[in-house]
Nanobody, 120 residues
Framework: QVQLVESGGGLVQPGGSLRLSCAAS????????MGWYRQAPGKQRELVAR???????NYADSVKGRFTISRDSAKNTVYLQMNNVKPEDTAVYYC??????????????WGQGTQVTVSS
């Protein structure tokens, strides 16, 4: 009933920029935290950034000062602006949202993932 669809991934050169988007759709009553996680080959999935419904943000130390998370609550959409990207940012990026579907309980939902590759 709830879907998260990411877009904006791709190939970018070191030092470049990329903007990821994730739109939540379906029978949604409310959304709490939205965030981005990433998983590189052979590594565990890790938090990149998250934003609460009130706008409070948290970032992984590795991306502080380079990435910015934002959301448009009216559109149920979260964004990740990635600046000054590095090869170690290469990973599959997953959108995550804590959603209250209409008539159901709070649940933790994931997108299908979008590949970000940083290479010259």
């Amino acid at each position: 009933q709830v879907q998260l669809v990411e877009s904006g991934g791709g190939l970018v050169q070191p030092g470049g920029s990329l903007r990821l988007s994730c739109a939540a759709s379906g029978s949604i009553f409310s959304i709490n935290t939205m965030g981005w996680y990433r998983q590189a080959p052979g590594k565990q999935r890790e938090l990149v950034a998250r934003i609460s419904s009130g706008g409070s943000t948290n970032y992984a130390d590795s991306v502080k000062g380079r990435f910015t998370i934002s959301r448009d609550s009216a559109k149920n959409t979260v964004y990740l602006q990635m600046n000054n990207v590095k090869p170690e940012d290469t990973a599959v990026y997953y959108c995550n949202a804590v959603v209250l579907p209409t008539g159901l309980l709070w649940g933790n939902y994931w997108g299908q993932g979008t590949q970000v590759t940083v290479s010259s």
